[in-house]
DNA sequence: CAATGGAGTTAATTAACGTTAACTTACAGG
DNA sequence: CCTGTAAGTTAACGTTAATTAACTCCATTG
């Protein structure tokens, strides 16, 4: 009741969310004005006030849902004994995401700075939760002598992995007209990538130089 | 001589350089003002037009530069015979520029977007260059029956990785006091996950799912 | 010693932007 | 039919920010 009140989903409200995620992809946040994201759905800039409390809220609220949709979906994902099904699933759960909401996938780490201090701190803590969902499940997926079983190695790997697999706003900024992969060939590539990175960081600690 | 004319390097300028990008890795471009990079230089902000025509000149200015040192560095670094080690040097050396360079890797691939047409153009294809560079070496480090022997596959991967070697700046993101990595097991660690990941995705393309 | 130009300063200009105010319109319910 | 409310509109307000103008202050140099 005190922090920013619960979203609730009008239509009007959903296609709000919809096309400012599209603009502050593609222009930043500061770089979108408010008449911007009115005129994408029809209205005038003003009109949006009805629906929201203001344009940082509209960033607040969209950061906060894909945050709190990677943590449920994680947390589904994750549980079960076997570690390495559930890095498996949770390597596919996060590519999904990362194909299918690329422009909450780009905010989500490029314009956390533009919250104000309560969402922003709202929004890391869940970050944070996500990160040690993964980092448990690397640690068991590959435990004791391995270069992944020690918590700073494994959180720096995860972080990495990250990166990798929330590329593909970059690939496809080359959109154009060029022969891209397609989403199935995408989602395999991103895949044996992530996975194959865990597995030779995991391996003896020290085949390289 | 109509292009955005040649930088030159005097301590003042360069002092510039570095404290706008740090401002800019911190902030955002549009969210620092130009009283602000005068402040961290110590005099005021129009004083800066002493030495850049605008802002939009100092961004220009950095882009342009690192985009330059990572396609000059990189061919250095791509050519001769054997690709895995030309490879492996890529690898090297971009993990330089990533730990070294973190508030120029940070807007390399963020501020983009707020470039002057002509200025996007120029830095557009020299990341270009860079990209064709990685493209070519991994092709011909894992030849005709791999995963990676085919254009648009190693091109995805290339970005991919770019993603996962750029990642640094997000983990030192939780800076504070935690016991993070030190620089030379972050980069023997990157390392790994890197080549691992072209691995990985080079072996036979079915063995997922 | 005069003059020139580099490096700063403060003050003014101009444009944009987020937000609020006041007013309109359409429609749902008693 | 009347009334209230949700969802818009246009106009106005207050701020902020980039850039330019006009002016000082030195340090060099002819």
Redesign the pocket.
Known sequence: MSHTDAPAA?P?RDQIRREAARLFAARGF?G?????I?KAV??????L???F????AMLADLLVGISERLVDEGRRRAQGADAAAALDALVRGHIDFALDDQDLITLHDRELLHLKDEDRRRVRRLQRSYVELWVDVVRRAFPEPSGLAGEPGARAAVHAVFGLLNSTPHSAAARGAQPVLDRDSMAALLHRLALGAFSAAAGTAGHDR
Do not use: M, Q, S
């Open positions: 009008t009007r500061l979108v004005g408010v008449d911007e009115g029809g209205i005038t800039g003003p009109g006030y009805r629906h409390p203001g344009k940082d």
